[in-house]
């Protein structure tokens, strides 16, 4: 029993001891205390205030465990195998199941002791009224079902995938399924019962039932219902029952498969594609050669990020590929039908390029860096001749150009609308009267640019936190990143356009960028620090 | 010699842990100069300080004549750092990541394929140019990142640990590959805990302890006797001459003899340097009818200096 717990005991003692734990409680318990604060000034025009305050501290909380699971919980394993310490791991006296008690459990305990503590807090939510007791408590038993359900599923990716970015997506790609599961399947049953291939008869009404039954199962169903005015139902309901089956589902596959993934030392260099044509290659086959990286740029830097980072010519072609059918794919599970005009499809494919690019840009402000850190390349790329400023805005230029696709898609995008629009557009460009500033002025206001500028220096704040954060944080920037700045968009900006009206439509694009200048600077003078630590 | 570096007065703090006391020394052109201490003397913070990665925090570091501050775009184009560890692109192949090293120094793609054939040459990699790295073995990956550092035909060599986790082959390999450098005319200041192989390859020494020099100059000073006072020699004889070897013994200042050794006539002497010539040990053991094969001074072993001039323990 000893053996079983040793490493569990460990971590936990480790936890207790440091600083990090009880920075991260009371940073938690502040955060609370804010919403309190917010709550109270403005119980006078809003109805239900506890209620309203309990269901904000939910949703945080609920946003915050789904980053956990695709961060904190899904490296338990991989960072000791992309250390290449899980092998002497397991020439001591632990077996599996310690292992998996050692490196998970004991996060879950962390991720459940991080709810144990809001609760006193919480129940404040009571004098401001409009909620009760039962609906506090019954909300956070289905949240801790749903912590431990996650971290077990991640606990899964983690011992399946070799390096933590692979058990992050693994992870993300599951969670998704299981949260957006029903809808993608009832997306997909409609589009099929369109074109003719099944009919909802009694096979229908079994599947039907699946899928409610697969709603009743997640937590955002669960919120719903004991947040509902008048709940008085059982703490306990389906949804706990369900979670708690499902992670130890997934906790006992870990177990089961933990010696068959887990066995060999595996070098966690990242893979790339790499055609090397054999003597007897010809035809189509070798034209594969095509996809190698080739020579250098006289871009260097560009040449390596774009090939090495952001995955190359054959990653390019499979982004076009998918970017030109998933959102046709989405089109048609939204309109089974298939009767959209010419500029929805333009408006479709130019928008989700945009989310598209975002995605992309964020993935990459995560790497960008970070695979130079854990490789230790820094210092080999600050001796080059050129500034580490520059250095940088290379190595963003190299990810930029594997986005081509995405420019090229939301061009595409563009050219629809224009040819849908086309006899409008024609007719206003004879126009022997047009004055183009005069329409633009016509159509925008200094608060338009002002809510303009402040979403794009969103964007940037966000980008150049993400590359600062995962600059300091061995995993976990991006979901960090996101929980920074979506608390930023909850309590920052809400506070200060309370408070100075339409003056925030200055003052908060300003604040934004001044922070993104900051920011870049203090990206700079990290990454020589990091260059001079190797 | 011309000096090629010069350190003077260097001092580098990190938080409340001294690494650097007032290090000074030079570097002289077309040598090999090692750099030798314990764990923590402060080697690689002082090659770090060279190679422009590091700010020194008071001093002056300068290298070709430039200080490593005010010009340190100029200076990292004339020097080439190999850290101590495998900082590579472990997914590129060798001939992509050193195509890559020379597009970022700005050579053209003709240049560029001269150079990497001639570093591939030296370095006996021409042969695995379109292997991954990561399937490499730690003596080629070694290989490869010297390779790396020669892409730009540096002027000076600054490699830090070059020999560590080599097996015995690798590292004779490597130390020939220095050699060669050296007479392409390449200044090598190379730091190494194997002594043995410094003491061949290296015209210079430096012995840095808890970050103060204490030791710089020629190897051969070094692990010579010259400073000592008493000298060490060693007679060897065609046969064992015990009259000899008694008329040595009463020469004024010789303060010991010892016997030969029971499987060769070889006499070990120890004499004040100044009070007796070594011709005049010669001369009393010809008179004497013995016959000499061999006469020479004992060198110190570098590891016996290198114990003599630095302290025991860990740094605090």
Redesign the interface.
């Given at each position: 029993m000893n053996a079983l717990l040793a490493l569990f005991n460990r971590s936990l003692r480790q936890d207790s001891r440091a600083k990090s734990t009880y920075w991260a409680r009371a940073g938690l318990v502040s955060l609370i205390c804010v919403m309190m604060i917010t709550t109270r000034l403005s119980m006078g025009w809003i109805g239900a205030p506890g209620l309203q305050f309990f269901a904000t501290v939910i949703s945080t909380n609920y946003l915050f465990i789904s980053l956990a699971g695709l961060s904190f919980f899904s490296s338990a394993i991989t960072e000791e195998k992309e250390e290449m310490t899980l092998g002497l791991l397991r020439m001591t006296n632990l077996n599996p199941l310690s292992i998996l008690l050692g490196k998970s459990t004991s996060r879950l305990f962390s991720g459940l002791l991080l709810l144990a503590v809001q609760l006193p807090f919480t129940l404040l939510a009571i004098s401001f009224g409009g909620i009760s007791l039962v609906q506090i408590l019954a909300s956070y038993c289905a949240l801790m079902a749903y912590v431990i359900f996650l971290s077990n599923l991640a606990l899964f990716a983690s011992v399946v995938s070799a390096r933590t970015a692979g058990a992050a997506i693994l992870t993300g790609f599951l969670l998704v399924l299981f949260l957006f599961g029903h809808y993608f399947t009832l997306g997909i049953l409609s589009v099929l019962h369109w074109m003719g291939m099944i009919r909802f008869s009694t096979p229908g009404t079994i599947l039907q039932a699946f899928l409610n039954g697969w709603k009743i199962l997640l937590p955002s169903t669960r919120f719903e219902e004991v947040l509902s005015t008048g709940f008085s139902g059982s703490l306990l309901s389906p949804q706990i029952y369900g979670n708690l089956a499902l992670g130890l589902l997934f906790f006992a596959i870990a177990w089961a498969s933990f010696d068959f993934f887990c066995r060999d030392e595996k070098d966690s260099t990242p893979r790339r594609f790499l055609f090397r044509p054999g003597p007897k290659t010809v035809g189509i086959a070798s034209a594969f050669r095509i996809f190698n990286a080739g020579r250098a740029w006289k871009a260097a830097l560009i040449w390596k990020d774009f090939h090495f980072l952001a995955g190359g010519k054959l990653t390019v072609f499979i982004k076009l590929l998918l970017y030109l059918l998933l959102p046709y794919g989405g089109i048609l599970l939204a309109n089974g039908n298939g009767t959209l005009q010419l500029d929805e499809y333009g408006y479709t494919y130019l928008w989700s390029m945009v989310v598209v690019f975002f995605a992309e840009l964020v993935v990459m402000a995560g790497r960008i860096f970070r695979q130079e850190r854990r490789w230790q390349t820094l210092s080999s790329l600050a001796m080059l001749p050129i500034s580490i400023r520059r250095l940088a805005y290379q190595k963003v230029l190299g990810c930029l150009v594997g986005c081509w696709p995405t420019f090229l898609i939301f061009l595409g995008g563009c050219l629809l609308l224009l040819m849908a629009n086309w006899a409008d557009a024609v007719l206003w460009w004879s126009n022997p009267n047009r004055d183009i500033l005069h329409s633009l002025a016509l159509q925008l206001d200094w608060r338009g640019v002002g809510a303009f500028v402040g979403v794009v220096a969103l964007v940037l704040f966000f980008l150049h936190l993400v590359v600062d954060l995962s600059l300091r944080f061995k995993w976990g920037a991006l979901p960090l990143a996101i929980g920074i700045t979506w608390l930023l968009n909850m309590i920052a900006l809400p506070f200060s356009i309370y408070s100075m009206g339409e003056a925030s439509f200055v003052a908060i694009p300003l604040a934004l960028i001044a922070a993104t200048i900051f920011l870049h600077f203090r990206i700079g003078l990290r990454l020589e620090k990091i260059a001079g630590e190797e | 010699m011309e000096p090629l570096i010069q350190i003077e007065n260097l001092r580098h703090i990190y938080k409340t842990h001294a690494a650097l006391s007032g290090v000074s020394f030079t570097v002289h052109r077309q040598s090999i100069h090692g750099f030798v201490g314990p764990n923590g003397a402060g080697k690689t913070t002082t090659l770090?300080i060279l190679?422009?990665?590091?700010q020194p925090q008071s001093g002056s570091v300068s290298v070709f004549g430039q200080d490593i501050v005010r010009n340190r775009?100029?200076v990292?184009?004339k020097?080439g750092?190999m850290?101590d560890?495998?900082?590579?692109?472990?997914?590129?192949?060798v001939f992509?990541y050193v195509?890559?090293?020379?597009?970022?120094?700005?050579l053209?793609?003709a240049e560029?394929d001269k150079v990497i054939a001639d570093v591939l040459a030296l370095t006996d990699m021409d042969g695995r140019k379109?292997d991954?790295i990561?399937g490499l073995s730690r003596g080629m990956q070694q290989r490869v990142s010297l390779a790396?550092v020669l892409v730009h035909d540096p002027d000076l060599l600054l490699l830090d640990e070059p020999a560590s986790g080599l097996d015995p082959r690798a590292r004779i390999e490597l130390m020939e590959i220095l050699e060669e450098l050296r007479r392409l005319g390449k200044t090598i200041f190379i730091s190494s805990h194997i002594l043995s192989e410094l003491a061949t390859l290296c015209d210079h020494v430096t012995i840095l302890d808890r970050g103060k020099v204490k030791y710089t100059g020629s190897m051969s000073g070094l692990i010579s006797n010259e400073q000592s006072e008493v000298a060490t020699y060693t007679l060897i004889l065609a046969a064992e001459h015990p009259e000899a070897a008694s008329a040595i013994a009463q020469l004024p200042g010789m303060t010991r003899i010892s016997p030969p050794l029971p499987t060769s006539p070889r006499y070990t002497l120890n004499f004040e340097r100044g009070k007796l010539p070594v011709n005049t040990i010669l001369q009393t053991a010809l008179g004497n009818g013995a016959q000499i094969v061999g006469f020479h001074e004992e060198f110190k072993h570098l590891n016996q200096a290198f114990m003599d001039l630095t302290e025991p323990g860990v740094r605090p």
């Open positions: - | 770090k190679s422009t990665l590091l775009k100029q990292r184009r020097i750092f850290p560890h495998f900082s590579m692109y472990r997914q590129m192949t992509e195509d890559f090293f020379g597009a970022a120094y700005g053209v793609q560029r379109n991954l990561s790396r």
